[in-house]
């Protein structure tokens, strides 16, 4: 994206890659996250139409306060994922991964036909993610003071406190710029892998190209991430969504998946430009046994989260049909209940 090769000259910032151990330990993480981009929803009916659209209640989206959801299509099925936040009553944002925008604007655009609302894709909005110990500091040094979990707008910066000490900013190329303008610690920028690879860590996964309309909420776990509200009423794929977890009718989870490479990293390492999201994964004896979802390079090889069989959660798994099966599943960091 021109925006952020335009940051990079301008500051002079320690850059890093997302493969480097040290990157993981500096104290302030700016990330880019021009993988993804918010699509706005503005206008007198906007709670209103997309509450009859999205798994969460928007309700309880407030400029204080974000939610993880979903857009599904009648089926129940994932059209995609997003943390939808609010700059007014009349305002709401759902941040999303790029490579899906356009299909998911669209898909919403269907049925507002009827309703006061305009839908349009932000081009002018750029994310910035911040990570490590100092994350808070430093927003709090900009003058943003959030509480846990939670967001707020301010001075047109949106930020979402979305957990573990990481933080979201949206906002216009000027106001990200002056921000960064003002840093006076030892920053390091990096690349939105880094960012993917937290969110892998972090078990929350993320509807990219590949795998639109092909997944259910529960599948991506949104039951145990609050991505889900099964009080809030009729949406689009709702009746389909509250059957599968009312009748216990969901055999598929989100897995964390870790390449197991040993002293032979370098070698046996697989290749990020031959994977796609939506490929199979499978079992020792070849058996194709889900999904994978989202996947990112780290300095111990490659991590990923797939939509796997419930049983096959302790095999040692593969990302082609001929193995090698080098990847084992590791713990979430949330229980599976």
């Known amino acids: ?29 700016l990330c880019s996250l021009d993988h993804k981009c918010a699509i706005a929803v503005q206008g007198p009916d906007s709670k209103k139409f997309l509450q009859g659209q999205l798994t969460c209640n928007l309700d309880d989206v407030k400029p204080n306060q974000w ?55 932000s081009d002018g909005l750029i994310g910035l993610g911040l990570a490590g110990e100092q994350a808070e500091q430093q927003l709090s040094a900009w003058g943003l003071t959030i509480d846990e979990g939670n967001s707020v707008y301010k001075d047109g910066v949106q930020v979402l406190d979305i957990g573990g ?3 979201e900013l949206w906002a216009e190329l000027e106001k990200i710029k002056n921000l960064l303008e003002q840093l ?5 920028l ?35 991430l609050d991505g889900i509200n099964y009080q809030k009423g009729c949406y689009t794929g709702q009746e389909i969504i509250a059957r599968m977890q009312y009748r216990g009718n969901v055999k598929r989870h989100t897995v964390r998946l870790i390449e197991k490479n040993g002293d032979k990293a370098a070698e046996t390492q697989v290749e990020l430009a031959s994977l796609e999201s939506g490929m199979n994964v499978y079992s020792a004896d070849k058996k194709a046994v889900g999904e994978l979802v989202n996947f990112a390079k780290g300095p111990q090889g490659l991590e990923a989260l797939a939509v796997v069989k419930d049983g096959d959660e302790q095999a040692e798994l593969a990302l082609s049909e001929d193995g090698p099966w080098n990847f084992t599943i590791e713990p979430l960091p949330y229980a599976i209940t």
């Open 165 to 167: 000490g990481r933080f």
């Open 184 to 188: 006076k610690s030892d920053a390091t």
């Open 1 to 29: 994206m021109s925006n952020w090769s335009e940051l990079k000259q301008a500051l002079p910032l320690k850059q890093s890659s997302s493969e480097k151990a040290e990157t993981y330990h500096s104290p302030l993480q």
């Open 67 to 121: 939610r993880l959801g979903a857009h599904c299509n009648h089926k129940g099925r994932m059209i995609s994922s997003f943390r939808a936040s609010a700059l007014s009553e009349e305002h709401i944002l759902l941040t999303l991964r790029h490579s899906i925008s356009d299909s998911a604007l669209a898909a919403l655009a269907k049925y507002a036909i009827f309703s006061k609302v305009e839908l349009s894709i």
């Open 190 to 224: 990096v690349d939105n892998s880094h960012w993917k690879l937290l969110d892998i860590q972090a078990g929350i996964a993320e509807i990219e190209a590949g795998v639109e309309e092909a997944i259910i909420p529960q599948m991506l776990n949104f039951n145990e």
